[in-house]
């Protein structure tokens, strides 16, 4: 079966830099694109990221551009999301998701 696991999360500073892993099976990794979500406490889970399956093309929210990098290992079905000069508006739980399949989430606290 789908199985999505996020790790990585925690408490970092504001400036701070933290990396998400997603480590995926059950499925043909390479063949689909994934996606990186978050949710802050009281808010819509919103798309902070997305990469094609090949790693080629990849977008992102506004609110993250220039900060946040979207990768993938195919070898390793593992998806990334590099996140440098965090804000306490980051704060949030992260998810990646592919097709209709969600992980758990990883709690992300950016806080001085």
């Known amino acids: 079966q789908v199985k999505l696991v996020e790790s990585g999360g925690g408490l970092v500073q504001p400036g701070g830099s933290l990396r998400l892993s997603c480590a995926a099976s059950?499925?043909?990794?390479?063949?689909?694109?994934m996606r990186w979500y978050r949710q802050a406490p009281g808010k819509e889970r919103d798309l902070v990221a997305i990469?094609?399956?090949?790693?080629?093309?990849?977008n992102y929210a506004d609110s993250v551009k220039g900060r946040f990098t979207i990768s993938r290992d195919n070898a390793k079905e593992t998806v990334y999301l590099q996140m440098n000069s965090l804000k306490p508006e980051d704060t949030a739980v992260y998810y990646c998701?592919?097709?209709?399949?969600w992980g758990q989430g990883t709690q992300v606290t950016v806080s001085s």
């Open positions: 998701k592919t097709i209709t399949f």
């Open positions: 059950g499925f043909v990794f390479s063949s689909v694109g």
């Open positions: 990469i094609s399956g090949d790693g080629g093309w990849t």
